[in-house]
């Protein structure tokens, strides 16, 4: 199974940018989407941007336009957050979805089933 790792987070002011990036060791043959997911303290965790084996991205609403999800020749996944607000503030995590996988969060088309260990980011205003 795929293992995740994801780095980059920290504090910034509002208007600022991070850059987030996921690095996938283990067994990545049957991974078909790669996805960042936030958690705020006391909501619930929500997609934020994935991109599929086809190259397709998503976004949610409310990160379209300032966030930008890429991958290098390397098979590390980023999250370019600009223009960065208060309501961003969240712990992110990497996320993989696996075929055929029954379990896990949905966001778009896919079901995201393994989970890095996360990262902070703060948002001052």
């Known amino acids: 199974q795929v293992q995740l790792a994801e780095s980059g987070g920290g504090s910034v002011q509002a208007g600022g940018s991070l850059r987030l990036s996921c690095a996938a060791s283990?067994?990545?043959?049957?991974?078909?989407?790669m996805g960042w997911f936030r958690q705020a303290p006391g909501k619930e965790r929500e997609g934020v941007a994935s991109?599929?084996?086809?190259?397709?991205t998503n976004y949610a609403s409310s990160v379209k336009g300032r966030f930008t999800i890429s991958e290098d020749n390397a098979k590390i996944l980023y999250l370019q957050m600009n223009s960065l607000k208060p309501e961003d503030t969240a712990s992110y995590y990497c996320?993989?979805?696996?075929?055929?996988?029954?379990?896990?969060?949905?966001?778009?088309?896919?079901?995201?089933?393994?989970w890095g260990q996360g990262t902070q980011v703060t948002v001052s205003s």
């Open positions: 996320a993989a979805a696996s075929g055929g996988a029954w379990y896990g969060l949905w966001f778009g088309s896919y079901r995201y089933n393994v």
């Open positions: 283990g067994y990545t043959g049957n991974t078909i989407s």
């Open positions: 991109l599929d084996s086809d190259g397709n």
